[in-house]
Structures are given as structure tokens and as C-alpha cells.
């Protein structure tokens, strides 16, 4: 092709992958079937048995995993260790739970099916691995990662990808080469994964916070972004190589940086590659449909999956009604993790490697994986038909009142949102706070102050530090053109979001009332009165009086700046008298006193500025 001849890089597969993503997942989700069916339709169509564009969709497959890395780091940037640690009884109690009996029950069935009992073991782990790409992409796009019973599934998918290890050691086992494997070389292996782990702790509790902070100070975003991707991808790499799974690798990164003051940037510069990456996997899952294989053995094929889905799906109904979930909870979790998932496929290679399987079992049961995440998507949907919308009761439930505390996103932590957050901690409101002044939030980690760093300008950062769920958004930035783009996205974007905004003098604040934010301040006005009041009490001055000529100004302010709101920056003259085009600082009161020249000079400047306003 022209493309390849000229520069030796085939750009057609790439731009048909990236075409077929762009066209079929927004047609998809504008129909309710999601974007994940989206994602797996394109694939098969442009695949090898679509339109033959890209004919060797593995290849296309080992590096979209990368996508599910990239995911599971973003999860663990969200799994502080202490939150970790709360769901130790759901991961190695529920998980082990669901993955033993789902495993013992597809075991059976494929024995049932007519599979040499090893074989069927073989397949039944694998199919137990459910979809991890698949479930968090369906959870995210409903917004319950955080929810009690995504926590639930959560913790079961991170017990599912911790056991990948012990199954590939079981496949080693049981291989027809393995009684040549010496038990001290069992050992150096078990060794190598366990340096590799604590390997990953000591880097990432000591290592990585100081590098950040280093790149942080140099303000250069790139390196930032390449910091983040070499955090990923070398976890994944180190994992990887020590005989453990590259999520898992990409996961423990992400649950050790996720109380570092760099979460919020590191996952918004994930985020595009993740996101991408994620997308593309799918792709190559829709590629990977192997459509000669599913003709040959359509009747074993679909028998499988109908039965493998079924007994798994019955298998985690099961145990979570006996874990005391209602049947709703029970339902959905059954239908979003029936199907096999990703891991499936390493099983499935490991065991064709190491004689455990041929060739065409291998790909039976890899169809059988795939069709299954394929059903997946449309057994949502069926079910979301199905059942009714739950109704939330509201007995014994208080109506919304004032003064209940809400989430805020605090975005510059300098001395003026200090003062700022203090009625708000003090109140017990959930306060996150922003800033991207690596010496600022070390100063505030001084004093019990939790700053996350970012660069809150960019949008990608408000979405990573929770800004679709906070109730308020508080700009207290010093620099009025950066405060003006946070604002302008915010309204765009997260409308809901009660705005209040510092601003920087006058012509700033009408700027931000334009823009329609619900509260702005001049950073200066209350301590300038306030100061201006303190003069007068200094001077003999009542305090009453002096109050009285504080509060008079404020109004005549507040008057002035609601006819530059309708009028412009030049309306309110009879509060002032300008004498250029460019507007100057005038008194809100008159002095008592007319103004008088002390000397000649003086005099000689009045009257002509007197001849000119006269002109």
C-alpha cells in the first residue's frame, strides 16, 4: 500500500480500528446496547471475518491488555490501603467463596458435556475468571464502583485476578513435562514472585513521591505523563516477568500511590492511554471471534456457553443470597459476572503449552470465552428490561434540610482558601483540595491538611478529583485568566455544581457574574473595610459611627457594581468622574472637603484638568 511504501508502517489497520470504534460505539449507546457491544461489533466487522482489514487480531490483543492494566491501575488509585483492607473479609471470604463453587460446578458440567475430566477442569478455571475489563467498564458507566454491592464485586474480581497465579502453578503442575520440574526450581519461582512483590512496596512507599515531587518542580508535563506511563507499564513488566499477572502489578502500583499528593494528576494522565487502550481490547475480542471454529463446533459451542453461563450464573446467585444480598443484588451480580473473561485466555495458552490442551480445543474454549463476553453486554440490557425500577422507600427518612453537609472541591490552597476551608472542616464537610504548588502542599501537610496535586485548569484533573460529584466547587486561585477556564468548563460541564469563586479586582468579578457563577468575591474587599473601619476607631471615631460608614460604603459598592453588571464597567458615573476613556480609581463617598492646591504646581494641574472637563 502507498502509506506502508513511503514510510514502512501500514496505516490502514490503525485508522479502519480507530473509525470502526468512532462510528459503532456511539450508534450502539444511543440504542441502549452500550459501548462495550460497540466496541466488539466493530472488531468483528473489521476483523477476519468481517472485512479482512486486520487478519491477525492477536497481535492486536497483546497489546490492547494493556488497556485492562492501565484500568486496574486507575482502580487501585481509588483503593487507599486502609479502604483495602476494610474489604479483606469480602475478598478472601466472598471471592474465595464464589470462585471455588463456580469453579466445582463448571468443572462438572463440562465433565457433563463429555470432556476428559483434566480438560474440563482446565476450562471450568478459566471460565470462572470473569471479565474484568467488562464488569468495571459496565460498573464506571453506572457510576457504582463505590457502591456497596460494586465494592462487593470489586473485591471478587481482585480475588479472581490474585488466583490467576496459583492456577498457572496448577497447570505447571499437572502438564505432562511437570514431573521434570524439580521442586527447587518450584521454590526459585515462589521466591521470584514474592522479591517482585516486595519489590513494588519498597519502590512505591519510598521511591515514587520523591520523583514526582522532582518532576512536579521541573513543570514539565510531559515528563509527568511519561512518569506515570513507566509506573504502569513497569509494575506490569516486573510482574510479569516474576510469573505473577500484569494487572495485578498495575493494580499494586495504583493502591501505593493512591494516598500520594500526585493521584489525581497521575490518573488524569492515564486516563486518554487507558481509555483508548481499553477500547481497543474490546476490538480485538470482536477480532478474535474465531468464526470458522464457531461454524465446526457450533452445536458444542453453544451448548457450552448456555451451560457454562448458566451454572455459573446460578453458582453466584447462590452464594450471594447465602451472603445475606437481596435478590435484586443478587440478580444483576449473577448476570454482569456470568460470562468467562481475559485471564481465560493466559489459562487457555498455558495449558496448550504445556500439552494440557491441542490446538482445537484451545480455540473451542477461547470462542467459548468470547461469545460469552459478547452475550454479556445483551444480557444487561435484557435484564435492565426485565426488572422493574426499584423504588427507594422513604419511611423514617427526613426530608432535605439546611445545613446538610455536602462534598466540596477546593481547587488553590493558598492563604486565602486556608482561611477558607476552616468553618468548613470545622463543620465536618468532606473537603478535597487541589493545587499544583508542590512547596504549598508539603507546607499544608505540615499542619494535617490532605492536598492532592493538579493542575486544576485542565479538565481531565476536575473529572479525576471528583468533580462530577461535588456539590460545590470553590476557585480560590490567585490568577484571574486560570480562575475565568476553570469556571468556563465548570459551568459546562458539571452545571449542577454549586460555583463560588474568588476573584481577583472588580473587572474580574463582573466577568465572573457574566459567566454565572452562584457566589465570587473580590479577594480584597471585607479585609479593606474591615481595615478602613479599624482607621476610623484609631482616629477617635465611634465604633458605632464607624460601622455605620463601613456598611454605607458596602452598600453604595453593591449598588454600583449591580449598574456594571446591566451597564458596563463605565456605568455609575455619578459615583465617579472619569476623565479618559480608561476608568480610575474613585471614592464610593465624597469627602467632605473639596480637594485644594497646596502649591503652584498643584494649581496649575487643577485648572487644567478643569479646563479640559469643561471642554
Request: aromatic share 6%.
Amino acid at each position: 500500500m502507498a502509506g506502508e511504501a513511503a514510510h514502512g508502517f501500514d496505516l490502514l489497520p490503525v485508522v479502519a480500528i480507530l473509525a470502526a470504534g468512532v462510528v459503532a460505539v456511539p450508534i450502539f449507546k444511543r440504542i441502549g446496547l452500550g459501548s462495550v457491544l460497540g466496541y466488539l461489533a466493530a472488531g468483528l466487522a473489521i476483523g477476519p471475518f468481517g472485512f479482512r482489514v486486520v487478519t491477525h487480531p492477536e497481535t492486536i490483543l497483546h497489546t490492547a491488555e494493556l488497556g485492562v492494566v492501565m484500568f486496574l491501575f486507575v482502580i487501585g488509585l481509588e483503593m487507599q490501603p486502609r479502604r483495602l483492607w476494610s474489604l479483606r473479609s469480602e475478598i478472601f471470604g466472598l471471592g474465595v467463596l464464589q470462585v471455588a463453587t463456580c469453579a466445582a460446578l463448571i468443572t462438572g458440567a463440562g465433565v457433563l458435556l463429555g470432556l476428559d475430566p483434566t480438560i474440563a477442569l482446565i476450562a471450568g478455571l478459566g471460565f470462572v475468571l470473569t471479565s474484568t475489563a467488562i464488569v468495571f467498564q459496565v460498573l464506571e458507566e453506572r457510576g457504582e464502583i463505590s457502591t456497596p454491592q460494586g465494592q462487593k464485586m470489586v473485591s471478587i474480581l481482585l480475588l479472581e485476578d490474585l488466583a490467576i497465579v496459583p492456577l498457572l502453578a496448577l497447570v505447571a503442575f499437572i502438564a505432562p513435562q511437570a514431573e521434570t520440574i524439580t521442586l527447587g526450581q518450584r521454590l526459585t519461582d515462589i521466591a521470584i514472585a514474592i522479591g517482585a512483590l516486595v519489590g513494588l512496596f519498597v519502590v512505591g512507599r519510598f521511591l515514587l513521591n520523591p520523583l514526582f515531587r522532582i518532576l512536579a518542580n521541573a513543570h514539565a508535563r510531559e515528563v509527568m505523563t511519561a512518569a506515570a506511563l513507566l509506573v504502569v507499564l513497569g509494575a506490569a513488566l516486573a510482574m510479569d516477568i516474576s510469573g505473577l499477572s500484569m494487572a495485578m502489578g498495575a493494580f499494586m502500583a495504583g493502591v501505593l500511590l493512591s494516598e500520594s499528593t500526585f493521584r489525581h494528576q497521575l490518573e488524569a494522565d492515564i486516563e486518554p492511554f487507558r481509555g483508548i487502550l481499553l477500547g481497543l481490547f474490546f476490538i480485538a475480542v470482536g477480532m478474535s471471534l474465531d468464526l470458522t471454529v464457531i461454524a465446526e463446533n457450533y452445536a458444542f459451542i453453544a451448548l457450552a456457553v448456555v451451560a457454562y453461563m448458566a451454572v455459573k450464573f446460578a453458582g453466584i446467585y447462590a452464594i450471594a443470597r447465602i451472603m445475606r444480598s437481596d435478590h435484586r443484588e443478587a440478580l444483576e451480580r449473577s448476570v454482569l459476572m456470568a460470562q468467562g473473561g481475559e485471564f481465560a485466555f493466559v489459562l487457555y495458552s498455558a495449558a496448550a503449552t504445556a500439552g494440557i490442551l491441542d490446538a482445537e480445543m484451545n480455540a473451542i474454549l477461547t470462542a467459548t470465552v468470547i461469545v460469552s463476553m459478547v452475550l454479556t453486554p445483551i444480557a444487561i440490557i435484557a435484564m435492565n428490561g426485565a426488572m422493574p425500577k426499584e423504588r427507594v422507600s422513604l419511611d423514617g427518612v427526613e426530608e432535605v434540610r439546611d445545613g446538610l453537609s455536602g462534598t466540596v472541591l477546593m481547587i488553590g490552597f493558598g492563604r486565602f482558601a486556608q482561611l477558607v476551608s476552616q468553618p468548613l472542616l470545622a463543620k465536618g464537610v468532606d473537603v478535597t483540595i487541589i493545587d499544583n504548588d508542590v512547596e504549598m502542599i508539603q507546607a499544608a501537610a505540615d499542619f494535617g491538611f490532605k492536598v492532592y496535586y493538579g493542575d486544576g485548569t485542565r479538565p481531565d484533573i476536575l473529572h479525576a478529583a471528583g468533580a462530577g460529584a461535588a456539590t460545590a466547587i470553590l476557585v480560590c486561585i490567585d490568577k484571574p485568566a486560570d480562575a475565568t477556564r476553570i469556571v468556563e468548563h465548570v459551568k459546562a460541564e458539571y452545571p449542577l455544581a454549586k460555583l463560588h469563586v474568588r476573584a481577583f479586582d472588580r473587572t474580574h468579578a463582573l466577568e465572573l457574574v457574566r459567566l454565572g457563577v452562584d457566589y465570587q468575591i473580590r479577594e480584597t474587599l471585607e479585609s479593606a473595610l474591615v481595615f478602613g473601619e479599624e482607621t476610623l476607631v484609631s482616629l477617635g471615631v465611634d465604633r458605632e459611627e464607624a460601622q455605620e460608614i463601613i456598611e454605607d460604603v458596602r452598600l453604595r459598592d453593591a449598588d454600583r457594581f449591580e449598574m456594571q453588571i446591566t451597564g458596563g464597567l463605565m456605568a455609575g458615573s455619578t459615583m465617579f468622574q472619569p476623565n479618559t476613556g480608561v476608568p480610575k480609581p474613585t471614592p464610593l463617598t465624597r469627602p467632605r472637603k473639596e480637594g485644594a492646591a497646596l502649591n503652584p504646581e498643584a494649581a496649575d494641574i487643577l485648572q487644567r484638568a478643569e479646563a479640559t472637563e469643561a471642554q
